[in-house]
């Protein structure tokens, strides 16, 4: 399950790294407005869709793919990220 995470963030890593032309992910990479746009969008529909029972996974999905090459394009280490949360246990 995990694994499926760790290859979304490789990838957004290796696409940084290496480019591929007409990539959705580099254009959300490479373009912040743009994938802040999407984090939003994806966000809602989410919310809409569990709201309305309906295709909840898929949005959900979205929003994961999504966030990740936000976070990426925007130089926020998802070490980091789960580093704070560790930090956070009480």
């Given amino acids: 399950m995990l694994k499926t995470l760790e290859d979304l963030f490789e990838l957004a890593r290796l696409r940084k790294?290496?480019?591929?032309?007409?990539?959705?992910?580099?254009?959300?990479?490479?373009?912040?407005?743009?994938?802040?746009?999407?984090?939003?969008?994806?966000?809602?529909?989410?919310?809409?869709?569990?709201?309305?029972n309906t295709?909840?996974?898929?949005?959900?999905?979205?929003?994961?793919?999504?966030?990740?090459?936000y976070l990426e394009a925007n130089q926020i280490k998802i070490e980091d990220v789960m580093e704070e949360l560790n930090n956070r246990k009480k």
């Fill in 55 to 69: 295709n909840k996974i898929h949005e959900a999905a979205d929003v994961f793919y999504h966030l990740v090459m």
């Fill in 17 to 52: 790294i290496n480019p591929v032309s007409e990539s959705y992910t580099n254009k959300l990479l490479s373009n912040k407005s743009l994938s802040k746009e999407k984090v939003l969008e994806e966000i809602n529909e989410l919310v809409e869709a569990v709201e309305k």
